[in-house]
């Protein structure tokens, strides 16, 4: 019987063909090609790294130091912005809260212009504001319209300014009748043809009658002094003949 050792001598001889010559031996077939994609090490220097041995320990103490730059470089800008996300974070909350105290001093101005009694809440306020601001529009529509009234008067007045024409009428009369009378009938005579006095200056006497009327006329103030002047005529005549009636009654005896 085979022991174990030798049945796999007989398997082992049965896989490789060869026959064996003595203490030689060959295969039937060619040797297998290794087919393997790797190459085996060799001992070559690489272009930008130094070979093995010429200054190992240098390039080992740059390699610590660049990757000691490299870990500083992209760690102070994570510092840098957490920093940064700090100050906009509490920039923004101060703003926020002037934002709000400004907001806070608008409403209590509002307020205060409000009537009394209105709440002091935002919704309140608003209200209360629009509602003033409705009642202050229509007032403003109101006073629009009146000026406008007003205008169209002011406008007429001017108007009837410019058509009237300021003048002075001088009055004398020698031996008047009746010098007051005269004046009042003269007076009455300018009011008749639209004409108004605004000042009169006058002296009576028994001998002579001197007065100056400033007046507004839209007549004319030749046409103004004609009718004054035509009125003392009338009147002056009036009580000349009323008197030469008188006296010849008296002389005629027809009157007590």
Known sequence: MLNRKQEK??????????????????FDGAFPVNRSAFSGYTDQPVDGFPAKGDDAGTNR?????????????????????????????????MDERLRREKQKQSYLALLSMLPPGTKSDKNSIIQMTAKEIEELQRYKEELETRNTELEAVLDD??????????????????????????????LKCLKNIG????????????EELLAVLDIETKTGAAEAEKAV???????????HSHFHER??????GSMP
């Open 157 to 186: 007045h001017q108007r009837e300014s410019r058509e009237v024409e300021k003048a002075k009428i001088k009055l004398r009369v020698t031996y008047p009748s009746c010098g007051i009378y005269s004046v009042l009938e003269v």
């Open 61 to 93: 103490r740059n390699v610590n130091k660049r990757m000691i730059d490299f870990l500083r470089r992209n760690w102070t800008p994570v510092l840098e912005t957490k920093g940064n996300e700090r100050e906009r974070g509490y920039r923004h909350m």
């Open 9 to 26: 001598n007989v398997h082992m001889d049965q896989f490789f063909q060869y026959d064996t010559y003595g203490d030689m031996w060959c």
């Open 247 to 252: 006296d010849r009654g008296l002389s005629d």
């Open 229 to 239: 002047q035509r009125t003392l005529f009338e009147v002056e005549g009036k009580f």
């Open 195 to 206: 004409s108004k006095t605004t000042a009169i200056q006058s002296k009576f006497s028994s």
